[in-house]
């Protein structure tokens, strides 16, 4: 017969068991991919390259490409050059795969050049060596309904960008999704007239970037779990500045993922935690937007002048008037900025402590992290940015970096004002002309 010792014993046992049993199924679970299943029978796969490109080749000016339901692997590039008016789709983002996984030539997933009047749309692009998606030298493009992620969770080997259209025109990407780019998930540059809406980006070290590109819109998008959700730069040595960006009724919300991006690249500044981040650019309306707990800081607007100052590894960026020789009419410094009618909140009482900004912050403002700050530089001592913030319930700090983080001022009056408001994006796609919703 057992006594009470022996029965609180084998009690014991079974329990530490039971814990011991559900410890190594967390464990087996922690590195569970949502590709896995996708990827764990080989035989659902078929190889349709040859037949594509060559359909593809082949395509007459206003044809449809289209692809059903099914798993398709690549070993190379799709490239599609000097087509007019194609429609390229799928049978549906979660119905059609196309997998880049064990690539073997070319930097892209799918690359498009050269083309005008492009639509891609209804499937998931994957695990390309570089970018998933890249679109180049192109007048008119749609991406719709598409998913461009890497497998394997966020790690610095994924591709630069999900989606890349740079040195186009008349960009339109909608009702995507976006994961795990090293860089940014969906990124336009060097672009003109450009329409973001409607998307998710997570797990992104840039959820969503514009880099040196003009008459942007970027509104309706879910941008959360990145090291920073919406990031717009004007960078040097490019082949031309940008301006005039609306960024508008988006949710903005838990950008606190770790940076993952490769050691040289640009982003690799940007601290876990950040909501906006603007980079020297100019003519910026930021307005209706939910910026809600991104730890370090909800808006951060710097100079080139700063990036230069906390990365002295990148000296080969330094490339502006005085300390950047190669591009003697970059203006580093960001100006005409109206930021109004946001929603911030933060409910960390910390910043991410990994990087720069991120101890800055925690020195300068214990358990009160501004959600707007300015690095204080601009081109000419006599002169102010400038900055209007209809935001007049908020913390704001200008850090103060000319003199060296001295007399720091965190008074917002002079900055309540009404900026200049811009004209919403009107695109043209063929003969269909897209708008703005404000």
């Known amino acids: 017969m057992l006594n009470n010792d022996k029965i609180r014993m084998i009690v014991n046992i079974r329990k ?26 080989q035989s659902n796969w078929t190889n ?25 692997w690549f070993t190379k590039s799709l490239i599609i050059d000097n087509k ?7 049978a549906g983002m979660n119905k059609t795969f196309l997998s880049f996984k064990g690539q073997e030539e070319g930097a892209e997933g799918i690359r498009i050049a050269n083309c005008s009047g492009f639509t891609i749309s209804d499937m998931t692009v994957l695990d390309s060596n ?62 003109d007239t450009v329409i973001i809406r409607n998307n ?18 970027i509104y309706h998008n879910h941008a959360y779990d990145n090291t920073g959700g919406i990031l717009v730069f004007d960078l040097p040595g490019l082949t031309q500045y940008g301006s005039k960006t609306r ?21 690799g500044m940007v601290p876990p935690g950040t909501g ?19 730890k370090t800081i909800g808006t951060s607007i710097i100079s080139y002048e700063l990036v230069s100052a906390i990365d002295n590894d990148k000296k080969e960026n330094e490339r502006s008037t005085g300390k950047f020789p190669l591009d003697t009419l970059y203006n580093p410094y960001p100006d005409s900025i109206y930021i109004y009618n946001n929603n911030y909140a933060n409910t960390y009482w910390f910043p991410n402590l990994g990087n720069e900004i991120g101890k800055l912050i925690a020195w300068k403002f214990p358990f009160n992290t501004p959600f707007i700050l300015w690095d204080g530089f601009v081109k000419s001592p006599a002169k102010d940015i400038n900055l209007c913030l209809n935001q007049p319930n908020i913390t704001f700090a200008n850090i103060n970096g000319p003199e060296n983080l001295k007399n720091i001022k965190t008074g917002i009056s002079n900055y309540l004002c009404k900026g200049q408001q811009l004209v919403p994006v009107v695109l043209l796609f063929k003969n269909e002309i897209i708008t703005s919703i404000k």
């Open 16 to 41: 530490y068991f039971i814990f011991f049993i559900l410890f190594i199924f967390l464990l087996s679970c922690k590195d569970k991919d949502e590709y896995d299943s996708l990827y764990s029978d």
């Open 48 to 72: 349709i390259e040859q037949n594509l490109q060559s359909q593809i080749i082949a395509a007459h000016d206003g044809d449809t490409i289209r692809l059903h339901e099914g798993h398709f």
């Open 84 to 90: 007019k008016d194609i429609t390229f789709t799928g």
């Open 130 to 191: 570089g970018d998933n998606i890249k679109a180049t030298n192109t007048n008119g493009i749609r991406f719709i309904r598409v998913r461009a992620d890497w497998s394997g969770g966020a790690k610095e080997s994924n591709g630069s960008y999900a989606f890349y259209p740079v040195l186009c025109k008349n960009v339109l990407i909608e009702e995507c999704i976006a994961a795990r780019a090293s860089d940014a998930g969906i990124y336009v540059g060097q672009s």
């Open 200 to 217: 998710r980006a997570f797990q992104n070290v840039a959820g969503i970037g514009s880099e040196n590109s003009n008459y942007v819109d």
């Open 247 to 267: 960024i508008f009724d988006n949710q903005v919300i838990e950008n606190n993922h770790e940076n993952f991006a490769p050691k040289g690249n640009i982003v």
């Open 276 to 294: 906006f981040m603007i980079l020297s650019t100019r003519q910026l309306e930021i307005f209706d937007n939910q910026v809600l707990n991104n």
